[in-house]
C-alpha cells in the first residue's frame, strides 16, 4: 500500500505529501523520539501527538514512509516547515493513537 492509498483509505489529513506512492510496509507508535529513532523500521507509518520539528528530523533518519499525527493534533509551523524541506509524508487523524493504529494495520493486512 503507498501513502496516498493509506491517507485516502484511513480519510487521513494531508499536511505535506512529498512521496505519495512511497509504500508503506507497517506501523510504529511513539511519542518519546531517541526511542523512535532507535525503534522505527523504515517504511512504516509512524503514529505520533508529537508535533515540533524534531518529528521530521526523526522521521527522516529513520525513513518511515510518513508520519500521522493523532488526536486531532495539529503541526506546528516549524514541524510543517521542515517536512517539506525533509521530504516527509505528514499526514493526520482526528482518532486517538490505538484505534487509529488498528486501522493502519487492518488496512495493511486487507489492501482496503
Partial sequence: MTVQGLADALHLTVFHLAD????????????????????????????????????AAVASLTDVSCVILTDGVQPDPDLLAKAKGHGVN????AGETYPAALA???TLRTGR
Fill in 90 to 93: 505528514l499526514l493526520g487523524c
Fill in 20 to 55: 505519495p506512492e512511497q509504500a508503506v510496509t507497517g506501523g510504529y507508535c511513539g511519542d518519546l523520539l531517541s526511542w523512535v529513532m532507535g525503534r522505527a523500521q523504515a517504511g512504516c507509518a509512524w503514529l505520533t501527538i508529537m508535533s515540533n520539528g524534531n518529528v
Fill in 104 to 106: 493502519v494495520a487492518e
